[in-house]
C-alpha cells in the first residue's frame, strides 16, 4: 500500500511539473506559431505547420521545421519566399490540406506536376503521373473518323475507277440509278459509287461523317 501511495504521488508532482508557468508560456509560444506564412512567386499563403508536415521526404516539411541545411529567406513581413509559380502551388497546398487531387479544367496537370516534384511530394508525383497517363491512354482511344465522297460514272468506266482508287481511298457502296444513256443501240448504265478514307487529321476536313446525299445512296443501295 506505501508502495502505490508513493507511486500516486509522484505522479501528481509531474503533473505539477508539466503544468509549471515557464512550461505553459513555452508551449503558448509554440501554439501561437503554427500557421506559416508563404510567398510564393508574389502571392501569398497562409497555412499551418502541420499541413506542412504531411510529407517528411517534402521540401515544405524541411521549410516549416527550420532546417539549417535548408537556406530560405523570408520577405518584410516574415513569409517564407519561394521562387515558384503561385498557380500552381495552389492544388499543391489544397493537397497536403485534405489528401484530394482538385484541379480547375483550364490547370494543365504537367504544370502541377512540376510543382510536387519541386517540392518532393511523392504521393502527389504518384498520383499525378497517374492521372495523366489515363488522360493520355482516353486521348490514344479516341474512334477513328472518315471523310465520304460519292463519285458518278458509268458502267464501262466502273472497273477502271474502283482499281486506280490511292492515297487511302476504299470502296464503301455502290448505287445503280439506271441507265440514263444511249450510244447507239446499247444502254449504258450509270452507277454512284460512294468511297472513304480515314481522316487522321483534322484540319483535313471538319465533315468527318457521311454526307447526307451518302446516307441516302448507301440506304438505297442497301435496299437493293
Known sequence: MAENSSETSSSAHRRCLAHSPAERSTSAGMGSSKWIRLNVGGTYFLTTRQTLCRDPKSFLYRLSQ????????????????????????????????????????????????????????????????DKIRERDCKTSQVPVKHVYRVLQCQEEELTQMVSTMSDG??????????????????????FLCVVSKELHNQSYGTNSEPSEKAKILQERGSRM
Open 66 to 129: 527550420a532546417d539549417p541545411e535548408l537556406d530560405s529567406d523570408k520577405d518584410e513581413t516574415g513569409a517564407y519566399l519561394i521562387d515558384r509559380d503561385p498557380t500552381y502551388f495552389g492544388p499543391v497546398l489544397n493537397y497536403l490540406r485534405h489528401g484530394k487531387l482538385v484541379l480547375n479544367r483550364d490547370l494543365a496537370e504537367e504544370g502541377v506536376l512540376e510543382e510536387a516534384e519541386f517540392y518532393n511530394i511523392t504521393s502527389l508525383i504518384k498520383l499525378l503521373k
Open 169 to 190: 481511298w476504299k470502296f464503301e457502296q455502290l448505287v445503280s440509278i439506271g441507265s440514263s444513256y444511249n450510244y447507239g443501240n446499247e444502254d449504258q448504265s450509270e
